[in-house]
């Protein structure tokens, strides 16, 4: 079982900056990937940022440039730092960390940005 425990959320004005925390219970080494995804109201779950054991990553093409995904090993936490914040980046933020055969979810932090 792995409890992953998220925070960091809230309200920015629009050009302002947040980081996303998620600290699991027990070493990130244990993880294939790590990642974030979000939810908009109305809107299906999409990825954000992953990071993989070997220390590759991807972003989503409308977060490129202002969201960098990064991991402490040695605090088993993983963040999202995100800058330049736009309206649209509203939404739900979920960080999520996949083991052989299953994935473990946050609970969520919400991200809204103000125009």
């Known amino acids: 079982q792995v409890q992953l425990v998220e925070s960091g959320g809230g309200l920015v004005q629009a050009g302002g900056s947040l980081r996303l925390s998620c600290t699991a219970s027990?070493?990130?080494?244990?993880?294939?990937?790590m990642g974030w995804y979000r939810q908009a109201p109305g809107k299906q779950r999409e990825l954000v940022a992953v990071?993989?054991?070997?220390?590759?990553?991807n972003t989503l093409d409308s977060v490129k440039g202002r969201f960098t995904i990064s991991r402490d090993n040695a605090k088993n936490t993983m963040y999202l730092q995100m800058n330049s914040l736009k309206p649209e980046d509203t939404a739900v933020y979920y960080c999520?960390?996949?083991?052989?055969?299953?994935?473990?979810w946050g609970q969520g932090t919400q991200v809204t940005v103000s125009s």
């Open positions: 999520t960390v996949r083991l052989p055969g299953i994935d473990y």
């Open positions: 990071t993989s054991s070997g220390g590759n990553t």
């Open positions: 027990g070493s990130l080494s244990r993880f294939n990937v």
